[in-house]
């Protein structure tokens, strides 16, 4: 199972971090790849619900991110899957989760994306990824 | 043909073992080890080593040669590069992502509180 876990603060409170990562204008502002303009954004945020973004790069290409919302939790907890359209690769379906927890600046956000597979397979690996990570890094560094 | 994808679940569930990991640690500090010289410092039996260098060899993460009665066993770089390329790069990805929804949920916090709500 391969998952990366990033962890951010944010000096803004759950519920707006929530809006900003499930509604059309809130994924607008930050999923696409670069500064480039944002064709068109839908969003249908509950369970079951699709989003889709389609943007032009700066280089001029376009790229297309959808998927669908597989939990939500307002305002803690998002669960959705994402594929991208008109990368180097099409990588197939991914999982990404997103975890809000009330901090005193604000919000810490914890992000993992995984490559979507079965759950006994990502529950069995979970447990052991930071560690293998850490070791991962000291052994290539 | 294994596809990159598997590869990378192969090698992500050996590295997930800590006894591989220390395995793996090991041939870094002295490659081209045999099996007796690896099992050397962990407290369990050979077959329960060699079992652990099934993994790695699967996975592509060792070799093993033999010779006469010993079998030799080094460290291969390959799928570890990978497994680190496929980290790097969605944590490039993400990482300016993110920054962007920080950057865009505290502007709409502001706002809000100007709003006084």
């Not at chain 1, 973004?53 to 597989?70: A, P, T, V």
Request: aromatic share 8%.
């Amino acid at each position: 199972m391969t998952s990366l876990t990033l962890v951010r603060r944010i000096r803004a409170r759950p519920a707006i971090v929530f809006d900003a990562c499930t509604t059309a204008e809130g994924i607008a502002q930050w999923w696409g790849p670069d500064a480039g303009p944002v064709l068109f954004s839908e969003s249908d945020p509950r369970v079951g619900g699709r989003y889709r973004l389609r943007f032009r790069r700066l280089g001029g290409s376009e790229h297309e991110s959808s998927g669908e919302f597989l939990e939500l939790v307002p305002p803690e907890r998002i669960v959705m899957s994402w594929r991208w359209k008109g990368g180097v690769e099409d990588a197939g379906e991914s999982r990404i989760e997103i975890k809000l927890r009330a901090v005193p600046e604000g919000t810490e956000l914890t992000f993992t994306h995984a490559l979507l597979q079965d759950e006994e397979t990502r529950r069995g690996h979970e447990q052991g990824w930071t560690g293998a990570l850490d070791k991962l890094e000291a052994l290539f560094a | 043909m294994v596809n990159y994808q598997e590869r990378l679940d192969r090698t992500f569930a050996a590295l997930v073992d800590p006894t591989r990991r220390a395995i793996l640690a090991q041939l870094e500090r002295e490659d081209g080890a045999s099996v007796s010289e690896l099992a050397e410092p962990f407290a369990i039996k050979l077959p329960a080593v060699m079992k652990h260098l099934d993994v790695l060899d699967d996975a592509g993460l060792i070799t093993r040669t033999k010779s006469g009665r010993t079998v030799t066993v080094r460290l291969r770089a390959q799928p570890m590069r990978e497994a680190m390329e496929w980290l790097r790069r969605y944590e490039r990805f993400w990482s300016t992502r993110l920054d962007r929804l920080a950057a865009y949920a505290e502007n709409k916090e502001a706002e809000t509180r100007r709003k006084g709500r």
